[in-house]
């Protein structure tokens, strides 16, 4: 069988027969039987991956596709960078696990990672490394604030999503997620967050003057508002999970002065919207605005190597020795992997590609915007939501979705669904994508929303 390699710059996509194939098919029927029922990908993309490079992945039966998932969007630089692949493999010769202990791999990463900061931040800021999943950096970044606060309750917005342990899941908006699991975390309180187009007071998005961020104001302000001043409010520039819905500039200005003044410590959830996704390394750099506690995770290393941590204000470091530990904390694989990413996004620009391929992207989806099926077009940068909805009654169009994104793969795309109900079609593709690629991938959908359609 040919190799991604061997076609080399000559890759399109191209798909024989049914999906799955029958080789994926077998993959497929073994997953089911031996692993868990909360597998999730496989379930709407039925293929079984043998290889990818760059921008496309083989699947075992030969089908090759544009990967707009690019692994939840770890992979930054697409699949198998050769430069970030030559940076692991040569660290794996010298070490590759070392806990907490320094190391040139971390020394060199973590200098990286703070020359990536706006100037203002990069003296300032502390690093504190995790476990390997987002996940985990959320729940340290909230024990890191209650020690330093001495204060209990925690404020999140309706929509979003900060993972799926049992901390991060409080702090998530999707009730379905938590009702099979009593006793979350307590002390949690969601406020609406700036999703216009859905205006969470009701209001038409005419009149919208971020009136979502009053009621967080008066709560906040009101000795009987019911909150008490919280440990941290947390907070995504875009909510990724919750349909790519970037946040308004006013709401996150505003959510900022009314935070600082009250000592509460502000902490952005940069683990989708982090290294470059939106255009700038971080996308709070976007707001104008300056966090206590940033968390990133996924693109970290750039090629789907573990690693994750919290950036956060010195004066925040209360923390005893142990206070919060993670015995994969030590990467020194995805560490070197890292540091590499980070001088490739330098040299070739990657952050100016991003700015120009999501130009791109929002010219070429510009014509589903008069479209009857669709509600709404977002994004920022190389991150984008394409939101569907019945245009006669105007509840989300779940199982239209369902049915473009199984249009799209048979047609060679890989896409991924998000929002309310599944309705909105994610588009996530490595920072590095070529004009040409975009434009294929972007044919595919157009096409697959038109079969689609009733």
């Given at each position: 069988m040919t190799t991604l390699d061997e076609i080399g710059s000559g890759l399109r996509p191209r798909v024989e027969g049914a999906l799955p194939g029958p080789l994926s098919a077998e993959f497929l029927a073994r997953q089911q039987r031996w692993e868990s029922n909360a597998r999730v990908y496989s379930r709407h993309l039925p293929i079984a991956i043998a290889e990818g490079s760059g921008s496309y992945v083989r699947d075992v039966d030969g089908n090759?596709?544009?990967?707009?998932?690019?692994?939840?969007?770890?992979?930054?630089?697409?699949?198998?960078?050769?430069?970030?692949?030559?940076?692991?493999?040569?660290?794996?010769?010298?070490?590759?696990?070392?806990?907490?202990?320094?190391t040139p791999a971390k020394d060199a990463f973590?200098?990286?990672?703070?020359?990536?900061?706006?100037?203002?931040?990069?003296?300032?800021?502390?690093?504190?490394?995790?476990?390997?999943?987002?996940?985990?950096?959320?729940?340290?970044?909230?024990?890191?604030?209650?020690?330093?606060?001495?204060?209990g309750d925690l404020i999140s917005f309706q929509g979003g999503f900060h993972g799926s342990s049992h901390a991060a899941m409080a702090l998530t908006g999707l009730v379905a997620q938590k009702q099979p699991v009593p006793s979350g975390m307590p002390g949690?309180?969601?406020?609406?967050?700036?999703?216009?187009?859905?205006?969470?007071?009701?209001?038409?998005?005419?009149?919208?003057?971020?009136?979502?961020?009053?009621?967080?104001?008066?709560?906040?302000?009101?000795?009987?508002?019911?909150?008490?001043?919280?440990?941290?409010v947390i907070l995504e520039m875009v909510q990724g999970e919750g349909g790519v819905i970037p946040a308004?500039?006013?709401?996150?200005?505003?959510?900022?002065?009314?935070?600082?003044?009250?000592?509460?410590?502000?902490?952005?959830?940069?683990?989708?919207?982090?290294?470059?996704?939106t255009g700038t390394?971080?996308?709070?750099?976007?707001?104008?605005?300056?966090?206590?506690?940033?968390?990133?995770?996924?693109?970290?290393?750039?090629?789907?190597?573990?690693?994750?941590?919290?950036?956060y204000d010195q004066h925040l470091d209360t923390w005893s020795p142990g206070a919060h530990t993670g015995t994969f904390r030590g990467n020194q694989l995805a560490f070197a992997a890292g540091t590499e990413a980070v001088r490739i996004v330098n040299r070739d620009d990657v952050l100016g590609n991003v700015r120009r391929r999501g130009e791109q992207l929002a010219e070429r989806l510009a014509p589903l915007r008069n479209h009857p099926w669709v509600r709404e077009v977002r994004g920022l940068g190389l991150m984008w939501g394409i939101e569907l909805a019945n245009p006669r009654y105007g509840e989300p169009a779940a199982t239209l979705a369902t049915a473009v994104q199984a249009c799209a793969l048979r047609?060679?795309?890989?896409?991924?669904?998000?929002?309310?109900?599944?309705?909105?079609?994610?588009?996530?593709?490595?920072?590095n994508i070529t004009a040409e690629d975009l434009d294929a991938a972007c044919d595919i959908l157009l096409d697959a929303i038109d079969e689609s359609c009733p």
């Open positions: 090759v596709f544009l990967d707009f998932l690019s692994g939840a969007g770890v992979l930054s630089l697409g699949h198998n960078h050769p430069e970030l692949a030559k940076a692991a493999a040569g660290q794996l010769d010298l070490l590759t696990h070392a806990l907490d202990f320094p973590v200098e990286a990672q703070l020359s990536m900061l706006p100037p203002k931040l990069r003296s300032r800021m502390k690093l504190h490394f995790c476990g390997p999943t987002g996940a985990n950096a959320v729940d340290a970044a909230i024990k890191l604030c209650k020690t330093a606060t001495g204060r949690v309180h969601f406020f609406p967050y700036s999703s216009c187009s859905r205006c969470p007071v009701g209001l038409s998005p005419d009149s919208c003057a971020t009136n979502c961020v009053s009621y967080l104001e008066r709560a906040l302000h009101d000795p009987n508002g019911g909150v008490p001043r919280p440990a941290a308004r500039r006013d709401f996150v200005r505003r959510v900022r002065e009314l935070t600082k003044p009250l000592d509460i410590p502000l902490i952005v959830d940069e683990v989708q919207t982090g290294c470059g996704r390394w971080f996308a709070f750099e976007q707001y104008d605005i300056e966090p206590d506690v940033i968390v990133a995770s996924k693109a970290l290393s750039g090629i789907g190597l573990p690693v994750s941590l919290i950036i047609n060679g795309l890989i896409i991924e669904l998000g929002g309310r109900e599944d309705c909105v079609l994610r588009l996530m593709p490595p920072l």
